[in-house]
């Protein structure tokens, strides 16, 4: 889910604001997650 998802289903009133800030705080999250394991991969890689 994108922040404008998030936004948008807020604005709808499908997402409380402290159900909106537990996903954005996942979404963060798996974010560092990935940008860890992309640098984590480019150091194995390096000689």
Do not use: G, H, V
């Not at 409380?16 to 999250?29: F, K, N, V, Y």
């Amino acid at each position: 889910m994108t922040e404008f998802n998030i936004r948008r289903r807020m604005a709808n009133d499908d997402l409380t604001r402290d159900e909106a800030e537990a996903i954005a705080q996942e979404l963060a999250e798996r974010k560092n997650d990935d940008l860890r394991d992309q640098e984590t991969e480019l150091y194995k890689e390096q000689p």
